[in-house]
T-cell receptor, first 110, second 115 residues
Framework: EPEVTQTPSHQVTQMGQEVILRCVPI?????FYWYRQILGQKVEFLVS????????KSEIFDDQFSVERPDGSNFTLKIRSTKLEDSAMYFC????????FGPGTRLTVT | AQTVTQSQPEMSVQEAETVTLSCTYD???????LFWYKQPPSRQMILVIR??????QNATENRFSVNFQKAAKSFSLKISDSQLGDAAMYFC????????????FGTGTRLTIIP
């Protein structure tokens, strides 16, 4: 069964550093998403991406964040200058019908 | 804006028994979709069941079923014959349609299975 994959599974970075989180969506899906979940809290929407452009973004998704689909398979989330409060689990999802989630990347900012 | 409310932060059930998790939502739209996702300790988000608002019939997936009350904006999940592997956080989620719409999640219910 096809699945969404994410790398790395855990990323530790220092405050102020740039990080890139990578996702490979399910191959025939057209819509892509990033969500985050701060430990112990609910899952929050960050951004949706369709037809090679952002279709919607939340208030969380400020100028420090960007997304890209550099080739036909990868979908990346970049955080330019990480802050302590960016520490969270980041989930990629893709869909044609219902959303399927990747296993997540745990980002720890120290 | 749409909101999803899960009023039970924690629930527990004896193994093999039945448990119902509650979810209410608020929307002004008539066409939407509701989901239950399971998040085990691994923190992977796993789709359990989905319900289309235009369907009157409640969705069922093996031991999982929903009670969808559109007028009351209620969407509860029933787990029958609870198993140890059902222990997880359960999130109710809403999306407004087949466009590029995001999922809006509730705060989750932590389900414990008592052996």
């Amino acid at each position: 069964e096809p699945e969404v994959t994410q790398t790395p599974s855990h990323q530790v970075t220092q405050m102020g550093q740039e990080v890139i989180l990578r996702c490979v969506p399910i191959s025939n899906h057209l819509y892509f998403y990033w969500y985050r979940q701060i430990l112990g809290q609910k899952v929050e929407f960050l951004v949706s991406f369709y037809n090679n452009e952002i279709s919607e973004k939340s208030e969380i998704f400020d100028d420090q964040f960007s997304v890209e689909r550099p080739d036909g398979s990868n979908f990346t989330l970049k955080i330019r200058s990480t802050k302590l409060e960016d520490s969270a689990m980041y989930f990629c999802a893709s869909r044609n019908y219902e959303q399927y989630f990747g296993p997540g990347t745990r980002l720890t900012v120290t | 804006a749409q909101t999803v409310t899960q009023s039970q932060p924690e629930m527990s059930v004896q193994e093999a028994e039945t448990v119902t998790l509650s979810c209410t939502y608020d929307t002004s739209e008539s066409d939407y979709y509701l989901f239950w996702y399971k998040q085990p300790p691994s923190r992977q988000m796993i789709l359990v069941i989905r319900q289309e608002a235009y369907k009157q019939q409640n969705a069922t997936e093996n031991r999982f079923s929903v009670n969808f009350q559109k007028a009351a904006k209620s969407f509860s999940l029933k787990i029958s014959d609870s198993q140890l592997g059902d222990a997880a956080m359960y999130f109710c989620a809403y999306t407004s349609g087949f466009g590029n719409e995001k999922l809006t999640f509730g705060t989750g219910t932590r389900l414990t299975i008592i052996p």
